[in-house]
């Protein structure tokens, strides 16, 4: 199996603002002889996510940088190819964490089999997965919505807004959702049930959160900060929770923005708190089979935007900054054989 | 006992920005004669409280705004000079909420009997009060701070800061103040015992704060907001703490002030959570058991501000937005017959 080559996406520039498509490189490479221990695999489907945004500055958040000439990190789902272990087989599928290349080698020890009866198994990168997680610990552990409060949650058309809207409603909440535009506050509203959907881009953000919030905001899920969070703090209720799990809205700026006031968190004793998924594997568990549940009795919707390609991925993870995609975005590799 | 002249500090006019003591009037008015059921007091002290700020807008916040022409409301300790109450008797001091003005009438249900041998009366408007229960639920039930862990606290020589700094330490933390002048750092510092103090005016605090706290900041205890909660966020640790308490910098600002990027509440996975004492009456009675103790052992001094004279009530709360004042701000209305 030695002699393939690898193809990958590295970063060729940190961007000030928003990235180019110049910004990255496709560039070829000779995959390593498997060594004793070693499992060699083909990647199905990377997962595209804002995260990523943050590696390709040089002081990282949360993230450690992405190194310049090496391909970007990112979830993938994988099938393996040869193996020199015996954890995996060939045949296998495994959810790991080979980033933007075709090929990936390691000990194995950072794979999790997948099993493609139970699921499709590319929601591994999405409902249940890194975002199902996300949108499910998020809203439960920090939201902690009661049947009957008000939910809202920006981005509500992408991969961890679309789900958490439809766990609201589960879980008997008004679900409200903020998008880009009119036809992806359709899709949220009519094909996963939210129950009103507002266009933040043009509607007057303060009327559509009353008119869609008649009894207030219980709990705001935040991807994105911004004139949004602002406009929400001025329609909370008492003890209004508001999960802080992403500022999609300022991933591009060059200094960051100031904030919104914050007297009303003071006046409706309400918390900002902020989330990253990693803290929370403690959920995994009741996460898989709650989720899981919903998806078999259709209460949980899975919304998939897959683009072709590796050499796509550039442009398709543009689109995630203006707004392009709907639900979880994910670049088919190669063939999934399952399908 | 009919026929007393009551006097009144009264708001005359709602102030855009700082208000001036020309916004008040000092009225004279009878005091009603006594109804059966009724208690009479003679104000000794009148607690003054930034959060009077809120009442004197139109549209108040969590407090219901001031009626324009009636005496500012206020926390009050009295002595009782009439009652045809059983429940007191002529002699008696009492907590109350009887605002800016010489006596109080009511039938007694807002009133709460004070023991002078326990404490000194004062004490009940500050340290054994409303400021004291302030500083000690926020700090602990928001901030949770643990022995070894950092807590920063600004308005750091006012009522409430100055105590929470001190609670800080008996917890074994680390306590840091910022204040607004060297004489008041100095205090907070060799008075009070914190660990360090920062003069936010003069210092630039990224530096100062790095300095103050080396092991980066657990609990940010915050009456101020503005650019000192900006310039602590970059210095937060993982899983840090702020209970927003008061937002003393905007109290006066006509329009609101934008707030802090909130980049840091994600990656530090911190969270901000506004407070309001009035939620937190069921700690009332651990906070007076405790508080009591640490005032008895000396682990916290109590350090009042004392104004002389109803008259002067309006100067001295104008004082508390320009960082006049160290300690808890009263006005002595009449003398204390226990002092």
Redesign the interface.
């Known amino acids: 199996m030695s002699g393939l080559t690898n193809r990958g996406i590295t970063l060729t520039n940190r961007p000030a603002g928003h990235p180019q498509t110049s910004d990255f490189a496709c560039v070829e490479y000779p995959v390593p002889t498997l060594l004793e221990g070693g499992v060699l695999r083909r990647t199905l489907y990377l997962s595209l996510d804002p995260y990523m945004r943050g590696r390709m500055r040089e002081v990282a ?2 993230t450690t940088p992405a190194t310049l000439g090496t391909p970007m990190v990112g979830g993938t789902v994988s099938q393996v190819i040869e193996s020199k272990s015996e954890s995996f087989a060939v045949g296998d599928y495994v959810l790991g964490y080979d980033g933007w290349q075709e090929y990936g080698v390691s000990d194995g020890k950072d794979l999790r089999k997948l099993d493609p009866s139970k699921a499709p198994l590319s929601y591994a990168l999405g409902a249940l997965g890194m975002p199902g997680l996300t949108a499910y610990a998020a809203l439960l552990d920090i939201g902690k919505p009661k049947a009957g409060e008000t939910v809202v949650v920006s981005a509500a058309a992408g991969a961890v807004g679309s789900l958490v809207g439809q766990i609201a409603r589960v879980l008997g909440c008004l679900a409200v959702g903020l998008a880009g535009s009119d036809e992806k506050c359709r899709f949220v509203t009519e094909d996963l049930g939210f129950d009103a959907c507002i266009n933040y881009k043009t509607q007057p953000l303060d009327e559509a959160l009353k008119a869609a919030c008649p009894n207030g905001i219980d709990v705001y899920y935040d991807n994105v ?1 911004g004139a949004v ?1 602002e406009a929400v703090l001025g329609h909370i209720n008492l003890g209004a929770r508001i999960p ?4 999609i809205s ?1 991933y591009n700026a060059v200094t ?21 998924v990693v ?1 929370h594997t403690h959920r995994e568990e009741a996460f898989q089979a709650d989720m899981s549940k919903w998806i078999r009795e259709g209460s949980v919707k899975v919304v998939e935007d897959t683009v072709e390609g590796l050499e796509n991925a550039p442009e398709a993870f543009l689109g995630l900054f203006s707004g392009k995609n709907v639900g979880k975005l994910l670049v088919k590799v190669s063939p999934d054989p399952t399908q």
Do not use: E, T
């Open positions: 958040g949360y900060a969070l802080l799990v992403g500022l300022q960051p923005p100031p904030g919104p006031n914050l007297m009303s968190l003071l006046v409706k004793r309400a918390l900002i708190h902020g989330f990253l803290d």
